[in-house]
């Protein structure tokens, strides 16, 4: 067995020669004539020359040797459905997927947006995109039409996937109403609307615009269409992510270079192997969900679980906290993905619920998206007995910058760290003023990576490569880094440590979100002067959005009965605009809120008063009294 320690090395000292040999690891029509481009830093492009097809890794490439394997194992504790399609059934379905979207018109290189809950379609959709060279733009279902809207101005798509449908906890969340609202809301008009009907809310088609996927279906069950060989370097997808800016990024990424990463982590991180199962609990919607619940374990030959459901609710619609593991005992599921936060409510259910399954299949639990705390660390450690790798990446990195790979070398993990470095990322901790890099363990810096960015990390934000650059890699005085905007340290033995986000980026049970936006949200509600929105610790969630708000006349705020209403009406709109899972906590109504002498909102200093922690300098704070009535605000709840 090769030392991680050598491996990684040769990937960051040797990146051609270490990522050639990762390249064999999926098939290519054309051979790349060169590894790695990093002529014009920070961009890079991988395997320039060669030709490639995710949809061809992912399903066709499997034919020969698993045809009657299961690939897609489609689970709904919603609907109380359950579907296993085979790779050769998959390839039809998602053959069919591509003929209905080319007869929509939809060309290589034209964006097909897809609003859709986590159902088969969905990964049918994604494949087919894929397959014709289509560039998919998932769009995460919990989203509500602001927020879709924004993002189909930006995709400008010709054509919408969507369905009538989400559903959960057995709550039906019809999605057509907010698809058609978010095309109200946006200037841009697809050709057409492609639609799954669930039957599980009426749909109001729009003549001569939406169609529904049973037609043209139906129209394509024999179609044949073979995959398009695209260019290593072609845009496979775009996934919209929070940063800063209320204005939303899509992190764009490429073809090769995000099936070389993918089929490489799938054996040296998750270590997959084809013809077993993979069980990722992640939505589409996110990038966890493109890369390792279609992707990654497609590619690698494995079947994947796509689930629609809570985690503590059974197919009969009844609460079973033991849902999850009664998949892993059905399926034998080798590799399982989730988030801190579905453990943390698993933890609240019977711990018995653990012993009742037979979990001898499963090799590992991954856990990403948020800090991983030591006691849910520990709880889920001893209930399953295998090793519980937490690691840490971004929708920017499409795979773990930090984790262990077992795989390569096994090594302990240590309760509250994602790990070490993963091989292709150069990952250095700096000073967040003076950019200077930082060595001695236990100094807290930014965390950031030196280019070349590895296969499979984000391209650019879709158009607009001056923002990507402004945006990620000047944010640090005299070096060109990519700033992962997380605070980290790095122990003696070289493990990270994650502390939380430098910027205005809060994580709401693994969902990352724009405080921002947010705020935008809020700042549209007419009697709204002013909002600042924080995230705050939660035992279950992570974190929660706080609202501060300042009303145009604040005596408004002084009667209990009207504040009340007001705080339900300004969640209301947060729902309507960017739906549930960004909705505050709480609003809490203020005269003024803290800002600097030149009016910058003093956001960690309020996050520090909601969290009881000292606020910090406030040499620079202009009203003291606005930070004072947070306090009062905190202390009163
Ligand atoms: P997203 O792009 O939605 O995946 O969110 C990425 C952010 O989530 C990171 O920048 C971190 O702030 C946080 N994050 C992801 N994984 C971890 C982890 N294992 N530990 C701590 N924070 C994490």
């Known amino acids: 067995m090769t030392s991680y320690v050598d491996f990684y090395r040769q990937s960051i000292d040797q990146p051609d020669t270490f990522w050639a040999e990762q390249a064999r690891l999926i098939d290519w029509h054309k051979p790349f004539d060169r590894v790695c481009n990093h002529d014009r830093p920070p961009f890079v492009n991988w395997f320039e020359g060669g030709q490639t097809n995710l949809c061809h890794n992912a399903v066709d490439r499997h034919l020969a040797d698993r045809a009657d394997q299961a690939a897609l194992i489609a689970v709904s504790t919603e609907t109380g459905t359950e579907k296993i399609y085979t790779f050769k059934e998959l390839q039809v379905e998602v053959q069919r997927m591509a003929a209905s979207l ?15 809950p986590m159902i088969a379609e969905a ?22 039409s602001g927020s879709l809207a924004s993002r189909i101005d930006d995709a400008t798509p010709k054509v919408i996937v969507s369905a009538d449908a989400g559903s959960r906890g057995g709550r039906v969340v019809a999605y057509k109403p907010l698809l058609d609202e978010a095309l109200r809301l946006s200037g841009h008009r697809p050709e057409a609307v492609l639609l799954a009907d669930r039957k599980l809310a009426p749909m109001a088609l729009v003549a001569g615009r939406d169609r529904l996927w049973t037609e043209l279906r139906e129209q394509h069950l024999d179609a044949q269409v073979p995959c398009e060989w695209l260019d290593s370097t072609a845009i496979s997808y775009t996934i919209y992510t929070s940063g800063t800016t209320g204005k939303p990024k899509g992190v764009q990424r490429d073809t090769g270079g995000y099936a070389v990463a993918l089929a490489a982590s799938m054996k040296h991180i998750f270590d997959g192997r084809a013809g077993e199962t993979y069980f990722s609990t992640s939505d589409i919607g996110w990038v966890v969900g493109h890369s390792y619940i279609v992707y990654g374990p497609l590619i690698a030959g494995m079947a994947t679980i796509m689930y629609e459901g809570l985690p503590t609710q059974g197919m009969d619609g009844q609460p079973n906290g033991g849902i999850w593991w009664s998949l892993v005992e059905k399926y034998k599921v080798t590799a399982m993905f989730s988030a801190p936060t579905a453990v943390r409510v698993l933890k609240k259910q019977d711990p018995a619920l653990l012993r009742k399954y037979d979990l001898s299949s499963l090799r590992a639990l991954f856990l990403a998206g948020e800090p991983l705390d030591e006691p849910t660390a520990r709880w889920i450690s001893e209930g ?17 910058i930090l984790a262990i790979a077992n795989a ?22 700096l000073h967040e003023s003076t950019g200077e890099e930082l060595t001695k363990p236990g100094e807290k810096g930014v965390v950031v990576l ?24 000047k944010t640090l005085p005299g070096r060109m880094v990519y700033s992962t905007f997380d605070w980290g ?27 921002r936006e947010i705020e935008e949200s809020i700042s549209g509600h007419a009697l709204v002067a002013e909002v600042a929105v924080v995230g705050m610790a939660d035992t279950l969630k992570g974190q929660v959005a706080m609202a501060f708000v300042v009303l145009k006349d604040a005596a408004l705020a002084q009667d209990a009965a009207a504040a009340l209403k007001l705080e339900g009406e300004i969640m209301k709109r947060v729902d309507t605009d960017l739906g549930a899972v960004a909705r505050p906590a709480r609003v809490r109504f203020v005269t003024a809120l803290p800002k600097t002498r030149s009016g910058k909102l003093l956001r960690r200093a309020i996050q520090a008063v909601c969290e009881g922690r000292d606020a ?21 709840a």
Not at 102 to 116: F, P, Q, T
Not at 123 to 144: D, E, N, S
Not at 457 to 469: C, G, K, L, P, S
Not at 492 to 513: K, M, P, Q, S, W
Request: hydrophobic fraction near 40%; charged fraction near 20%; proline fraction near 6%.
């Open 489 to 515: 340290i790095r122990d003696a033995d070289g493990y990270y440590f994650i502390l939380g986000r430098t910027d205005d980026v809060i994580n709401v049970a693994g969902h990352r979100l724009g405080t």
């Open 616 to 636: 910090g300098d406030l040499t620079t704070m202009d009203d003291p009294t606005a930070l004072q009535q947070i306090r009062d605000q905190v202390a009163a």
């Open 384 to 400: 399953l007995n295998v090793p519980i790798i937490d690691n840490y990446w971004q929708t920017e990195s499409g795979w773990p």
């Open 408 to 429: 390569v070398e096994k090594k302990p993990s240590k309760f509250g760290s994602p790990g070490i470095p993963m091989y292709g990322y150069n990952v250095k901790l």
């Open 450 to 473: 030196e280019g070349p960015t590895p296969p499979g990390f984000m391209q650019t934000i879709w158009q607009d490569d001056e923002r990507y650059v402004e945006t990620y890699w």
């Open 123 to 144: 990964a049918f959709a994604m494949l087919a995109c894929a397959r014709i060279g289509a560039i998919h733009c998932v769009v995460f279902g919990g989203f509500a």
């Open 102 to 116: 080319k007869a929509l018109g939809v060309k290589k290189g034209d964006r097909v947006l897809i609003y859709m």
